[in-house]
């Protein structure tokens, strides 16, 4: 009685175990497959998503003749600053300097950048509408650099008004110059590739 007892009870787990070890795997493999897909789904709307803002920042606007003109002479302006501001920084670190040919230098420099300012207003002010709202965050970056470059001049300016100015003071705020007219000149090539003329 007990041999058939044991033999049914083997019998019955032999033909239960088939199936639980069959269920378990499937259920995790559909899942996995599931999830596999809805990933591919985001990755593909992520792709679609990010092709779009691509897009958009390429826009291209339509620009007179003019108005290109006007930025290759707004380029050329930053590029000059940027040597003008390279030069001061080197006059300024060298032993033994002397206030006179810095204040010379820093008066060139003021100079060049007060043409600049005026190329760029006489720029900003031919842009319609249209061409404002596709350049807006080249135009705010840079207001930016100006408001920056502009406050690193005057604070050379300051340091050259007194008794014994600090060299190394002047060359940092002159390196600081030339570096926001490097970036300026990238945003007006930039803005030149974005624009194209009928």
Known sequence: ?????????????????????????????????????????????????????????????????????????????????????????????????QAGPMREQATQLRQQFHSMQQEHTRLMQSLDPEQRAALQDRIRNMEQLNERAEARLSTIESELGSTIPDGKRIAEQAREIERYMKDWQELYREMNKQMTTP
């Open 1 to 97: 009685m007990k041999a058939k007892f044991t033999a049914f009870f083997l019998s019955v787990m032999l033909a239960v175990l088939p199936v639980a070890a069959q269920s378990r795997p499937g259920g995790g493999g559909q899942q996995g497959s599931s999830q596999g897909r809805q990933g591919a789904g985001q990755g593909q709307r992520g792709s679609e998503m990010g092709k779009g803002t691509v897009q958009r920042a390429q826009k291209h606007i339509h620009a007179t003749t003019q108005q290109r003109d006007q930025i290759r002479a707004c380029d050329q302006s930053a590029d000059q600053i940027r040597q003008r501001a390279r030069a001061l920084a080197r006059t300024a670190q060298r032993s033994g300097l």
